[in-house]
């Protein structure tokens, strides 16, 4: 089965909860694409916890090797998004960062890729002769052009600032 699920580069917590109430009804994931479709298998309803990762490199096979060594399974990707499977310790769920220090960097390292990714589209906008570029382009190629413009300018700052906002949360929690 594949259904469509937008989540935000914030919302780890959201996607995990998601999953888990998938693999509850019986839909395990198989795969996710960039275009937020994720395909899941049909099996028995399982009560199985993810948990969601953007590695510094994804790329890296010592990484993944240590992962499933401490019982974890790579259950997809996209675009540098990892999501795991860990196998319950007596019941819990094992988190994937122990401590606040690794989530920050986590979340940090997610607001480095994402502002460094609305960098160009912002100084292409800045220098850009507009008004010749319009006069170049034909409709049928401007409509779609603009659309993903006006989507990629609305959803960047927004999750940049979703990001800050979480980094702050992390780095001073309120008392209690």
């Known amino acids: 089965m594949t259904t469509f699920k937008l989540f935000f580069a914030h919302q780890d917590e959201e996607q995990e909860a998601w999953l888990r109430s998938m693999a509850q009804q019986g839909l395990h994931l198989l795969k996710v694409n960039p275009f937020c479709f994720w395909t899941f298998r049909r099996g028995e309803p399982a009560d199985v916890v993810y948990r969601v990762d953007f590695p510094r490199n994804s790329q890296d096979p010592d990484f993944a090797q240590l992962m499933q060594d401490a019982g974890w399974t790579l259950a997809a990707t996209t675009v540098g998004w990892h999501y795991w499977r860990p196998q319950a310790v007596r019941g819990a769920a094992p988190e994937l960062f122990s ?55 609305l959803v960047m700052p927004y999750t940049i600032v979703q990001l800050m906002l979480k980094i702050r949360r992390l780095s001073n929690p309120l008392p209690g």
């Open 99 to 153: 401590d606040i220090e690794s989530k920050l960097r986590n979340f940090r390292h997610r607001l480095g890729i994402f502002v460094a990714c609305a960098m160009p589209l912002f100084v292409m906008l800045v220098i850009t002769d507009k008004q010749r570029a319009l006069e170049q382009l034909s409709l049928p190629f401007l409509l779609p052009l603009v659309a993903a413009l006006l989507l990629w300018v």
